[in-house]
């Protein structure tokens, strides 16, 4: 299994209060990501890096910023959580170099996030 | 724009029986597909992977998917189903920068 690690794996929090998941890696791969999974929709794309300070947005970013300051961290805040945020976040790595679209991507444990 | 639509939410099967999962894309270009697997409470794994070479994939378990442009369909396969394949099954098609697009999950029941 890839190398890659998230925390916390469950969390609890109130409406307003800003949250923070880590994703680290072992691998040493290039490109990082954040997903959330709801019911229905399969998994969606929040946010990206395709390297170190580096990032972009995905379909579902408002709400949400992200950091990497190291190759092995991807950093995501929800600034101000609201119930709608309440799913769970799925990280995820992939090293392709040139022919990207061809490549797997490889998937962290997941984080429960629940907003109450 | 890119697209997968996953045919059926809900499969079930009974053990030792075929198991075929249903999946049609929209792509502007020769895509690359892949089916993914979310087993209860667990990350995704991935199970094959289609990129413009053979049509039949083989993946891992047992599985396999072929892609038929003519029908934009990438459907996955097995002969026999174990009860160790109840899962999420997610068929997902990447841009041209990488990203994916995940279908809505199908979830395959197996029933003794």
């Known amino acids: 299994d890839a190398g890659i690690t998230q925390s916390p794996r469950h969390k609890v929090t109130e409406t307003g209060t800003p949250v923070t998941l880590r994703c680290h890696q072992t691998?040493?791969?290039?490109?990082m990501y954040w997903y959330r999974q709801d019911p229905g929709h399969g998994l969606r794309l929040i946010h990206y890096?395709?390297?170190?300070?580096?990032?972009d947005k995905g379909e579902v970013s408002d709400g949400y910023s992200v950091s990497r300051s190291k190759t092995e961290d991807f950093l995501l805040t929800l600034e101000s959580a609201t119930s709608s945020q309440t799913s769970v976040y799925f990280c995820?790595?992939?090293?392709?170099?040139?022919?990207?679209?061809?490549?797997?991507?490889?998937f962290g444990p997941g984080t429960r996030l629940t907003v109450l | 724009a890119q697209s997968v639509t996953q045919l059926d939410s809900h499969v079930s099967v009974s053990e030792g029986t075929p198991v075929l999962l249903r999946c049609n894309y929209s792509?502007?270009?020769?895509?690359?597909l892949f089916w993914y697997v979310q087993h209860p409470n667990k990350g995704l794994q991935l199970l094959l992977k289609y990129t413009s070479a053979a049509t039949l994939v083989k993946g891992i378990n047992g599985f396999e998917a072929e892609f038929k442009k003519s029908e934009t369909s990438f459907h996955l396969t097995k002969p026999s189903a174990h009860m160790s394949d109840a899962a999420e099954y997610f068929c997902v098609v990447s841009d041209l920068k990488g990203k994916l697009i995940f279908g809505q999950g199908t979830t395959l029941q197996v029933k003794p």
């Open positions: 792509s502007s270009y020769s895509p690359s």
């Open positions: 890096s395709y390297g170190v300070k580096d990032t």
């Open positions: 995820a790595i992939s090293d392709a170099a040139f022919r990207r679209f061809m490549d797997e991507q490889f």
């Open positions: 691998e040493n791969h290039r490109y």
